[in-house]
């Protein structure tokens, strides 16, 4: 298809431009067909490195590698049109040194097509932050709890629960957005301090389990959709899909099982 016959996808500049606007809407997603699905109706499709648990069942996130991370990016661009793009950067492939960072973070956009990458942490990945935007790479940050640090943190515990820890979340913020980020997820934090960041930073902010105030939302999309087993307290679901996906599985199984399937008009004699 021709560039003009293309439909557009939401940019980068777009995204930071809703600060204190219309809530960005942002889901996750792993494949084509979900990709396709959330790209209907959301500003901005994240497929998250939460695809190690959601997707691989694995423990965390931290055995999620660049190529999964690739693979996953590639199906999502295919089956969207509309919806920016971000992509996780998994646990290990930044850390090490902007270079690092940069080397990774060219090879997930040059080999899915992505609008950004996503890396957790605050101050201290603000150098970093700095060095992949200056060379032409946009950035996501995420604040507050990072999954990826959880053996630091001692596991999936909301941030903020201590007010004097307060001004050092917000510090967090306000440097990786004062690096270039364009918009920073702030996940699992005390209400009041998630308003703080949002007042406090001049990009949007996209809560999870944080406030209705931040500039938009995000969610892990098989948790909305009522489709992952255990999920946190703060997600709100909207479908059970789940009973309803086995209901259809136990039909097929029985059909197969009485011999009622396919049926006789079907097969090829
Ligand atoms: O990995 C992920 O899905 C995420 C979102 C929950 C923000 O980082």
């Known amino acids: 298809m021709s ?10 500049p777009q995204i930071a431009e809703r600060k204190g606007a219309t809530p960005i809407v942002a889901l996750t997603a792993y494949t084509a067909p979900m990709a396709t699905l959330v790209d209907a109706h959301a500003d901005l499709i994240l497929v998250g490195d939460s695809l190690g648990m959601v997707v691989h069942g694995l423990p965390s996130t931290l055995g999620v590698t660049l190529e999964m991370m690739i693979l996953h990016g590639q199906a999502v661009m295919r089956g969207s049109s509309r919806a920016a ?7 290990g492939s930044y850390e090490e040194s ?5 080397r990774n973070s ?18 201290r990945m603000a150098p970093t932050i700095r060095f992949l935007v200056d ?5 996501m940050a995420h604040v507050g709890l990072t999954p990826q640090s959880t053996n630091v943190m001692g596991g999936f515990k909301t941030q903020g ?3 004097a820890s307060w001004d050092a979340h917000v510090a967090d913020a306000v440097a990786v957005a004062e690096a270039g980020a364009f ?10 301090l998630a308003d703080r960041i949002t007042d406090a930073v001049a990009v949007p902010t996209i809560g999870i389990g944080a406030s209705a105030r931040c500039d938009g939302q995000i969610l892990v999309l098989d948790d909305m959709l009522g489709l992952s087993g255990r999920v946190p ?7 059970d899909l789940a009973p309803r996906a086995d209901q259809a599985i136990a039909a097929y199984a029985a059909a197969v099982r009485d011999r009622s399937f396919p049926g006789a008009t079907q097969v090829y004699r």
């Open 85 to 91: 793009v971000v992509i996780d950067m998994p646990f």
């Open 135 to 139: 060379r032409g790479i946009p950035v």
């Open 3 to 12: 560039a003009q016959g293309q439909t557009k996808r939401i940019t980068v």
């Open 106 to 123: 060219a090879r997930v956009m040059a080999e899915t097509g992505c609008g950004a990458v996503k890396l957790e942490g605050g101050a």
């Open 98 to 102: 902007p270079e690092q960072a940069f």
């Open 233 to 239: 307290r703060f997600v709100q679901k909207f479908g």
């Open 161 to 163: 629960r201590d007010p």
């Open 183 to 192: 918009s920073v997820v702030v996940e699992g934090v005390m209400e009041g």
